[in-house]
């Protein structure tokens, strides 16, 4: 049973900074990618960044380059989103997921998924 669970959300004032953790456990076998995705009140979830196995090959949102940083330590089966600079329209349910073989923003690529933390950023 593969398992997903994100932490180190909460509330920041605008321009601070905030690093979310996802650490996966269960029957992972090969290489996979993993992600982070979004979901605003009242919005569809969206992507955020995503890193590949080797972590080598990263990605983006075009609303969060420059201020935003996927990382990863697969020793310990975790990935991180540092983020900095945050604004208001940040504020969100942030999700990780994971998939096997190369990174992708499409949501629907993904096949394992956590449950979510709360960042709330307060202007």
């Known amino acids: 049973q593969v398992q997903l669970v994100e932490s180190g959300g909460g509330l920041v004032q605008a321009g601070g900074s905030l690093r979310l953790s996802c650490a996966a456990s269960?029957?992972?076998?090969?290489?996979?990618?993993m992600g982070w995705f979004r979901q605003a009140p009242g919005k569809e979830r969206e992507f955020v960044a995503d890193?590949?196995?080797?972590?080598?090959?990263?990605d983006y949102a075009d609303s969060v380059k420059g201020r935003f940083t996927i990382s990863r330590a697969n020793a310990k089966n975790t990935i991180y989103l540092q983020m900095a600079s945050l604004k208001p329209e940040d504020t969100a349910v942030y999700h990780c997921?994971?998939?096997?073989?190369?990174?992708?923003?499409?949501?629907?690529?993904?096949?394992?998924w956590g449950q979510g933390t709360q960042v709330t950023v307060s202007s």
């Open positions: 997921a994971a998939k096997y073989g190369r990174p992708t923003a499409t949501i629907g690529a993904y096949d394992y």
């Open positions: 269960g029957m992972f076998s090969g290489t996979y990618a």
């Open positions: 890193i590949s196995w080797n972590g080598i090959t990263t």
